[in-house]
């Protein structure tokens, strides 16, 4: 049978539709929290925009998780770089 886990079929609700995916049992963890982000932050949006069309809706909310992605990887870079920083003092200190 080999290592891989066998991917079953899973139903998420986006949006109000059901889409049905293949899913190992580790993915369907993060599938199913995932679908349950992304119906809650539609949700938000809708209660602050509640005439808008679900495609505004979601075209706000994909812009919104790819800022928050950007500033994210942002801060990662300029932690890291500060990592290798600390480390190269420290490596002067103990030469």
Known sequence: MGLRSP??????????????VKA?????HL?????DQL???LEEKKAILPNAEI???????????IVKSMTERDELQN???????LNKQLDDILQ
């Open 7 to 20: 991917k079953e079929s899973i139903q998420l609700k986006l949006c109000g539709k059901v889409y049905n």
């Open 24 to 28: 190992t049992k580790t993915e369907e």
């Open 31 to 35: 599938l199913l929290k995932a679908a």
């Open 39 to 41: 119906n809650h932050l």
């Open 55 to 65: 495609k505004d809706l979601l075209t706000i909310t994909a812009f919104d998780l």
């Open 79 to 85: 932690t890291n770089d500060r990592l290798k920083a």
